[in-house]
């Protein structure tokens, strides 16, 4: 599976951007899918997850209500709806993949990942 995160960019905060990871293959709709980020100088975190069926979503605290994950299996995607953006919001995005179970949060369970997207929150 190969994946290709966008929708990145400058925002002020308090506002919105969408993005969206496109992945290749027609098996997509079997891997879970996970949102990570890393801020400069900082450790990659978990953002948000979704599984396979887009039946179950998973969120870090700090997000909850503001991000939403939704994946459309038809188009092989999976966006990540990012509302009330902080400065702290400011990261490089990366969407990943995952066949196997355990904690969605965990990131060393996905197995394939994407180049990653920059998100600068402006204050």
């Known amino acids: 599976v190969q994946l290709q995160a966008s929708g990145g960019g400058l925002v002020q905060a308090g506002g919105s951007l969408r993005l969206s990871c496109a992945a290749s293959?027609?098996?997509?709709?079997?891997?879970?899918m996970g949102w990570f980020r890393q801020a400069p100088g900082k450790e990659r975190e978990f953002v948000a997850a979704?599984?396979?069926?887009?039946?179950?979503?998973y969120y870090l605290d700090s997000v909850k209500g503001r991000f939403t994950i939704s994946r459309d299996n038809a188009k092989n995607t999976v966006y990540l709806q990012m509302n009330s953006l902080k400065p702290e919001d400011t990261a490089v995005y990366y969407c990943?993949?995952?066949?196997?179970?355990?904690?969605?949060?965990?990131?060393?369970?996905?197995?394939?990942w994407g180049q990653g997207t920059l998100v600068t929150v402006s204050s």
């Open positions: 990943a993949a995952k066949s196997r179970g355990g904690p969605p949060q965990a990131g060393r369970l996905y197995d394939y």
């Open positions: 293959g027609r098996t997509f709709s079997s891997y879970h």
């Open positions: 979704i599984n396979w069926s887009g039946g179950n979503t």
